[in-house]
Nanobody, 119 residues
Framework: VQLQASGGGLVQPGGSLRLSCVAS????????MGWYRQAPGKQRELVAV???????NYADSVKGRFTISRDNAKNTVYLQMNSLKPEDTAVYYC??????????????WGQGTLVTVSS
C-alpha cells in the first residue's frame, strides 16, 4: 500500500491550500483517513481525521479553518486549509488504516508535503 500526498507549497497568511492524498496498491477498503503535521522541533500532531462513514474530528487549533473530506471511490482524502497562519507551517502527512486484499490491516503513511505560511 502506498500513500501519495500532494498540494503543499508556500502561501501568504490568510491564504488557502488544498492537500490531497491517494492510496494505491493492494487496497480492499480504508477505515480512518487523516492528516498529521510536524513543525520544526516539534512532535507530530493530529490535524484532522475522517472515518469511513464521514465522521470528522479536528485539532482545536484548526477548527473552523480546515476541512477534511474523502472520496471513497478514489481512495483519496483531502484537507482544505483556509485562513492559514504562520503557525500552520509544517510538513503534513496523510495516514490511512487500510484493509488489504489479503485481509491485513496496515497503518500506512504518506511521504509528507511541506506547507509554508509566510509573507
Amino acid at each position: 500500500v502506498q500513500l501519495q500526498a500532494s498540494g503543499g507549497g508556500l502561501v501568504q497568511p490568510g491564504g488557502s491550500l488544498r492537500l490531497s492524498c491517494v492510496a494505491s496498491g493492494s487496497v480492499l477498503s480504508i477505515n480512518d483517513m487523516g492528516w498529521y503535521r510536524q513543525a520544526p522541533g516539534k512532535q507530530r500532531e493530529l490535524v484532522a481525521v475522517i472515518t469511513s462513514g464521514g465522521s470528522t474530528n479536528y485539532a482545536d487549533s484548526v477548527k473552523g479553518r480546515f476541512t477534511i473530506s474523502r472520496d471513497n471511490a478514489k481512495n483519496t482524502v483531502y484537507l482544505q486549509m483556509n485562513s492559514l497562519k504562520p503557525e500552520d507551517t509544517a510538513v503534513y502527512y496523510c495516514n490511512a488504516k487500510v484493509r488489504t486484499t489479503d485481509w491485513r490491516l496496515v497503518d500506512s503513511w504518506g511521504q509528507g508535503t511541506l506547507v509554508t505560511v509566510s509573507s
